[in-house]
């Protein structure tokens, strides 16, 4: 079995958000595409080494972001356990709740 590197709280977060984001009515998942987008982006730039920031997520749509967000999670959360005397950036779990309060 693999470790999940994604730490429990976080980990609950992200399924209470997967959970909401399957129950939102398209268009309020359109309208919070952009803001899912976005937190996907900054985990994304947070897993990698600074120099190579600047690769931008492609904006596949309501039906992928969600899939996008769990997939930057695990990296940043991977990413984090590579290097753990490295000082986080941002608390995953608080980010995660955060937009999940956001989309309703």
Avoid: K, N, Y
Avoid at 5 to 17: G, Q, S, T
Avoid at 34 to 61: C, I, K, M, N
Wanted: hydrophobic share 50%.
């Amino acid at each position: 079995m693999i470790d999940d590197p994604v730490p429990p709280a976080a980990r609950r977060e992200l399924e209470r958000l997967a959970r909401r984001w399957q129950q939102l009515p398209l268009d309020r998942a359109l309208r919070c595409v952009p803001a899912v987008h976005a937190l996907a982006q900054r985990f994304a730039d947070q897993a990698v080494a600074p120099s190579l920031t600047g690769d931008r997520l492609p904006d596949l749509g309501p039906a992928v972001v969600i899939d996008q967000l769990i997939v930057t999670t695990h990296d940043l959360a991977a990413a984090r356990a590579a290097t753990p005397t490295a000082e986080p950036t941002v608390d995953i779990a608080a980010e995660l709740a955060a937009l999940r309060r956001d989309i309703g």
